[in-house]
């Protein structure tokens, strides 16, 4: 299993930034995809940003576009999202994801919570 801690979140107004880290440990490997989700109160569970391991090529939700940034940091096994721009509708909890063959199973982590006050 890999294991995830989400930090960076906090509560933040509106217009202002954050920086989302998500450290990864445990038995890393096959990792093909690595990528952020957000639930926001009474909400499901919903994928704002992506990418892709062996091409860095990134995805990102209709909302967070224009606004947020997936990157990483092989060497210490980190995927960050840089937030920019911030609204209330970005508000909830915060979780990546690392995805690949051997990892169906493998645990969501705490998350981080982003709040927005409107």
């Known amino acids: 299993q890999v294991q995830l801690v989400e930090s960076g979140g906090g509560l933040v107004q509106a217009g202002g930034s954050l920086r989302l880290s998500c450290a990864a440990s445990g038995s890393i490997f096959s990792i093909a995809a690595m990528s952020w989700y957000r639930q926001a109160p009474g909400k499901q569970r919903e994928l704002v940003a992506g990418?892709?391991?062996?091409?860095?090529?990134?995805h990102y939700s209709d909302s967070a576009k224009g606004r947020f940034t997936i990157s990483r940091d092989n060497a210490k096994n980190t995927v960050y999202l840089q937030m920019n721009s911030l609204k209330p509708e970005d508000t909830g909890v915060y979780y990546c994801?690392?995805?690949?063959?051997?990892?169906?199973?493998?645990?969501w982590g705490q998350g981080t919570q982003v709040t927005v006050p409107s």
């Open positions: 994801n690392f995805e690949g063959p051997g990892h169906e199973n493998d645990c």
């Open positions: 990418m892709i391991s062996s091409s860095g090529r990134t």
